[in-house]
């Protein structure tokens, strides 16, 4: 049996506890009520349902901690400790067209002194439609169930599968996307866009990808994931190589390798 903390199970209590109702509404899909929130971005009734029950479940845990969610917004707690960050569908778009590739993602970040938000000390990235627990704790490595996971060991971008997010209706930068994907595209094995960051990341912890890069994301996207990679020996810096674009949504994740490797071509496809 593999030895975490309590906030772990906490937040996997949390995720499958929401976890029957989303598949229930998964195979209902059409039936669904939907709203427009924005450009081609889409909240249904299963997002709030999950967002509450997961939300209720953190809050008996922790009475006292905030949340920073993507449907509700953020509640605020007792400043002294941390807060959770939720995504209860990540990969809506996914789920609202019957497409099985979606997640239920957590995270916990730590106050600095003095006040703000600083590091992502837990994270979990939940599959509900496969039970696949990806889960991660700061100097405890990352794990699918009860399985370490390690970042994949290749080394040539000729080898590598690289996974991206691409901009539509209203989201990104389609002219820079194109630069990038021009410089990655003849370098690689291929390229996947399965419309969830938070999954793309928790697959780059599992090997599943070599590397990612996308921009214009939210910390509910990325928080639970970029913890994934890192603690399973990956990089994730900005398109620059550092960390100061992270909080901005700009992400290029991958093993030491690959990434340097694919560092190297987004960087010069920025600054064209």
């Known amino acids: 049996m593999v030895s975490h903390s309590g906030l772990i199970t906490v937040m996997q209590r949390a995720a499958r506890k929401a976890a029957p109702r989303l598949r229930r509404d998964f195979g209902e899909v059409e039936q669904l009520q939907v709203s427009r929130k924005g450009p081609a971005d889409f909240v249904s009734m299963a997002d709030k349902r999950a967002e509450q029950t997961v939300m209720e479940e953190l809050q008996h845990a922790r009475p006292n901690w905030g949340f920073y969610m993507e449907e509700g917004g953020t509640i605020e707690g007792d400043p002294s400790k941390p807060r959770w960050i939720l995504d209860p569908i990540d990969g809506t778009s996914n789920f609202l067209h019957g497409i099985p590739h979606f997640a239920i993602a957590i995270a916990v970040q730590e106050p600095k002194l003095g ?3 600083g590091e992502i000390t837990q994270g979990l990235v939940y599959q509900p439609l496969t039970d696949e627990s990806f889960w991660a704790e700061k ?18 971008l000729a080898d590598a599968l690289i996974a991206t997010g691409v901009p539509y209706k209203g ?3 389609l002219d820079r996307f194109q630069k990038i994907l021009d410089a990655v ?7 996947r866009r399965f419309g969830s960051a938070a999954l793309d990341l928790a697959w780059v912890a599992a090997g599943r990808y ?5 921009e214009d994301l939210q910390q509910w996207d990325i928080a639970a994931g970029l913890l994934l990679v890192r603690e399973a020996g990956g990089f994730v810096t900005d398109f620059r190589g550092s960390e100061a674009g ?3 949504g700009q992400v290029l994740a991958a093993n030491d390798q690959i990434h340097s490797k694919l560092h190297k071509l987004v960087g010069r496809a920025v600054r064209s």
């Open 115 to 117: 006040g703000g938000w």
């Open 139 to 156: 100097g405890r490595g990352s794990w699918l169930n009860e399985r370490r996971l390690r970042v994949s060991s290749r080394r040539d």
């Open 246 to 248: 992270l909080a901005k």
């Open 171 to 173: 989201h990104g930068h």
């Open 185 to 191: 595209s003849p370098e690689v094995a291929g390229i």
């Open 210 to 214: 070599d590397g990612f890069w996308e």
